[in-house]
């Protein structure tokens, strides 16, 4: 199926937002998750399914000064 990260195309098999950051290696990174514009709290990312044509968006924070 095909999806869009973070603004860029991508073809991934189905299933869950918790199987794409691991297939991605983000693992357990903190990150923050949004599908399709609505943000995803970490405990809900194994029960959100990334269907076909979703918009995706994985923002790490950002250190620094």
Known sequence: MAITVN?????????????????????????????????VPAEDRAATDVRDGDRVEILAPMQGG
Do not use: H, M, Q, R
Not at 7 to 24: K, R, T
């Open 7 to 39: 603004g860029a195309p991508l073809d991934i098999a189905p299933g869950s937002l918790a199987a794409l950051l691991d297939a991605l290696d983000y693992g357990d990174a903190i990150v923050a998750t949004a599908v399709n514009g609505d943000f």
